[in-house]
Antibody, heavy 118, light 108 residues
Framework: QVQLQESGPGLVKPSETLSLTCAVS?????????WGWIRQPPGKGLEWIGS???????YYSASLKSRVTISLDKSKNQFSLKLTSVTAADTAVYYC???????????WGQGTLVTVSS | EIVLTQSPGTLSLSPGERATLSCRAS???????LAWYQQQTPGQAPRLLI????SRATGIPDRFSGSGSGTDFTLTISRLEPEDFAVYYC????????FGGGTKVEIK
């Protein structure tokens, strides 16, 4: 059974970099699929941040592209999100998830709340 | 980038009633790459209900059905069960992905 688990600081200061990791179990991220990040600000809807293909190709939301980097760590079977120059607007629950090219996200992590505050 | 607009924002219905949710795209959705998710509570991971506009995901009851093509899509819940009162999101999943703003189905 594929499982994803987000981890990282729950509190980040404004202007700093938000860094999260998604540990994957039950499947090798080197073998296939797209691995993505989605976020949900408190009381609001879902927003796709970006995805990375198992080969390393990346795809980012146009609105966040200038601040986002997603990378794979195949040795640890995990992938990561970095979001630079954060503001209070980046406060959200961050989810990691898996999809195929012709299939939407069907495996999700439980989500982790990141608050941006001084 | 495809923009998805969901309506209504809130749907107030009673258990046993039929729910019809709409998702309209700003341009045609290629290959029917349109999905529907259910989110029971904010902060809980969404659950995939429908993919390819009309195919039910594994384990999804047949009271959930999806239809549509091009720019207009619909999620129908034939008879609402207590656990169906939740927020529903549509999603386009091409090389770029977008979510609709959501429809809340609440108990009347």
């Amino acid at each position: 059974q594929v499982q994803l688990q987000e981890s990282g600081p729950g509190l980040v200061k404004p202007s700093e970099t938000l860094s999260l990791t998604c540990a994957v179990s039950g499947y090798s991220i080197s073998s296939g699929y797209y691995w993505g990040w989605i976020r949900q600000p408190p009381g609001k809807g879902l927003e796709w941040i970006g995805s990375i293909f198992y080969s390393g190709s990346t795809y980012y939301s146009a609105s966040l592209k200038s601040r986002v980097t997603i990378s794979l760590d195949k040795s640890k079977n995990q992938f990561s999100l970095k979001l630079t120059s954060v503001t209070a607007a980046d406060t959200a629950v961050y989810y990691c998830a898996r999809r195929s090219g012709s299939y939407p996200f069907n495996y999700w992590g439980q989500g982790t709340l990141v608050t941006v505050s001084s | 980038e495809i923009v998805l607009t969901q309506s209504p924002g809130t749907l107030s219905l009673s258990p046993g009633e039929r729910a019809t949710l709409s998702c309209r795209a700003s341009q045609s959705v290629s290959s029917g790459y349109l999905a529907w998710y259910q989110q029971q509570t904010p902060g809980q991971a969404p659950r995939l209900l429908i993919y390819g506009a009309s195919s039910r995901a594994t384990g999804i009851p047949d009271r959930f059905s999806g239809s549509g093509s091009g720019t207009d899509f619909t999620l129908t819940i034939s008879r609402l069960e207590p656990e169906d009162f939740a927020v529903y999101y549509c999603q386009h999943y091409g090389s770029s992905l977008t979510f609709g703003g959501g429809t809340k189905v609440e108990i009347k």
